[in-house]
């Protein structure tokens, strides 16, 4: 991570809209979005289905463009980066967790780590990959292909490709959605540690509250809107 950007926020939105097109007409998905997250801090988006919290996630990680406004992410203005710019900012900067793990399944564990790091043209990109199993406890599972893990530990090396670039901003996207709730616990309780560790910013998308009452910040979404900006949490002082 480029600790340069300690001072910058890692999330700037100004009056983010996205609008799609569709047969009755134009459909506005995120209306006049503000939203500032300081570098280092935990923030979870709650709201109900269809409020917009999944494609303001996209919009953060480049892969959804913004109609209006302004998208600046770890020190990077959107407008004026092109596809490849965006594709190599986000793999150097921005690690994604989706619910659905989006390993590839022909790949091994270490060979699906190793992506963003290859991508990178990371010579030692094994090595990372390796180093990024052991840290979620897959290292004797490297070998094995996602088809032969749980999810559970398809989530964990999800996460370990995530997190193998030691990126600035991690973006999980319902990351337990797909698992039982004690494999959840376990999943996040990993996250959160590894969110630690690097010092990364992250923001979290859930439907779990007392899931989202162990980040910094709850922001609430409805109808495109944040309706609860949420203020940071106090830390009690020792």
Do not use: W
């Not at 926020?9 to 007409?25: K, Y």
């Not at 020190?75 to 490849?84: N, Q, R």
């Not at 900067?93 to 780590?113: D, K, R």
């Not at 990959?129 to 090396?157: D, I, M, N, T």
């Amino acid at each position: 991570m480029d600790h340069s950007l300690k001072q910058t926020p890692a999330i700037l939105l100004e009056d983010v809209q996205v609008t799609l097109p569709s047969r009755a007409g134009p459909v506005a998905i995120l209306r006049g979005i503000e939203l500032e997250v300081a570098t280092g801090d935990s923030i979870a988006v709650v709201g109900p289905s269809g409020s917009g919290k999944s494609t303001l996630l996209m919009v953060i990680a480049g892969l959804e463009s913004a109609t209006e406004g302004r998208v600046r992410v770890v020190g990077a203005d959107y407008a004026t980066l092109d596809e490849d710019g965006l594709a190599r900012l986000r793999a150097a900067n921005i690690g994604i967790v989706f619910q659905s793990f989006h390993l590839v399944p022909t790949m091994t564990a270490i060979e699906n780590v190793a992506l963003p790091l290859e991508f990178l043209d990371q010579e030692d990109a094994f090595n990372a990959a390796r180093a990024a199993l052991a840290e979620v406890g897959l290292s004797h599972r490297k070998a094995h292909f996602p088809g032969q893990l749980s999810g559970g530990e398809q989530q964990r090396v999800a996460i370990a490709r995530a997190l193998s670039t030691r990126p600035a901003l991690i973006l999980a996207d319902e990351p337990t959605g797909n698992l039982d709730l004690a494999t959840g616990a376990v999943v996040m309780d990993l996250l959160f540690t590894l969110k630690e560790r690097t010092g990364a910013t992250l923001l979290l998308i859930t439907h779990d509250r007392s899931l989202a009452k162990r980040c910094d910040r709850i922001v609430s979404l409805a109808d495109g809107r944040i309706v609860k900006p949420g203020a940071k949490r106090k830390v009690a002082a020792s």
